[in-house]
């Protein structure tokens, strides 16, 4: 589904990486040893610069807000936001001597595992009034770790009369405090964890009740929605995956896109999914977003 009224923004927010990802690596490197991959590439990472792109490529007006990496990464950062159309006037740059804020990408058998660096705040504080945000009506937020460490972004969205989503990321400690994070998760409309993550959150008390509808990203199974009634499943695409970095963050974007559009879950679903297989055929968590024709 490919969205064409540009007066309907949508805001990205969250930690910004660069992104290393190691391709044709034939094992993950055990303490000890040392492992060659076949190649490897630099890209613009992160939930909120994934998510974001993949709202432009379905004709999104976006905008993302994050701190930038350190030199010399934010360079590229600045130029594959430009490349994509981001509205990146609500970024600000690292902090003076602030560490490289990149991630280490490891595809492998289909799954991809990560080494980050955060430093600083994850993203400046929102200004609801500034001409930037005027005609923003959703803000998505890129990883629960971020939330944590600025819930006020909630109160201010509410106020401003956006549609709140959140993806989860993953976190050791978080994971664990499921029922902590209760309060967090049940203020959004819409909830996208991993299958993994949900599992980890709802064994440690995560308790939605009436809260957002929860979309747990199954990988190459599909997605399902979990719904009063009952859950709603809908399957993957069967495609070659070359790296799957990024893929939860593209189904992100075509499940919302969708869903602001007020399509219906499985349509929803659908788009996500959609979006999700074009991700994993590329390598970079958004390369796939430019240059694909997503008209439905």
């Not at 034939?26 to 490897?40: K, N």
């Not at 994850?122 to 945000?133: G, K, N, R």
């Not at 029922?179 to 064994?203: G, H, K, Y």
Request: negative net charge; hydrophobic residues 45%; proline residues 5%.
């Amino acid at each position: 589904m490919l969205h064409s009224d540009t007066s309907a923004q949508v805001l990205c927010i969250g930690r910004i990486y660069c992104d290393l990802v190691f391709a044709g690596v034939p094992r993950m490197p055990s303490l000890g040893s040392e492992v060659f991959a076949e190649g490897v590439s630099l890209h613009a990472g992160g939930g909120a610069f994934n998510t974001a792109a993949a709202f432009a490529a379905l004709g999104w007006q976006t905008a993302l807000s994050g701190v930038l990496p350190a030199a010399p990464f934010e360079a590229k950062i600045l130029q594959e936001g430009r490349e994509r159309g981001l509205d990146l006037s609500m970024c600000a740059p690292a902090a003076p001597n602030a560490s490289p804020q990149i991630t280490v990408a490891i595809p492998l058998q289909g799954d991809r595992s990560f080494l980050s660096q955060k430093s600083g705040a994850a993203f400046p504080v929102l200004d609801p009034s500034a001409p930037s945000t005027r005609s923003i009506k959703h803000l998505h937020i890129g990883e629960l770790k971020s939330l944590c460490e600025s819930p006020d972004v909630l109160a201010v969205a509410r106020q401003a009369g956006w549609s709140i989503s959140l993806d989860c990321g993953w976190d050791d400690t978080l994971l664990a405090q499921g029922n902590e994070m209760s309060p967090l998760i049940q203020a959004v409309d819409v909830f996208l964890p991993n299958q993994r993550e949900f599992a980890a959150l709802t064994a440690s008390g995560l308790e939605i009740g009436s809260g957002p509808l929860v979309v747990v990203k199954e990988g190459a199974s599909g997605a399902t929605a979990i719904r009063a009634d009952a859950p709603v499943h809908a399957a993957a695409q069967s495609v070659e995956a070359i790296d799957t970095t990024g893929a939860g963050d593209a189904f992100n974007g075509g499940f919302l896109s969708a869903w602001l559009a007020r399509e219906d879950v499985v349509s929803c679903l659908a788009n996500g999914n959609r979006c999700g297989a074009l991700a994993v055929q590329s390598s970079g968590g958004a390369a796939w977003s430019v240059g694909n024709e997503l008209a439905s």
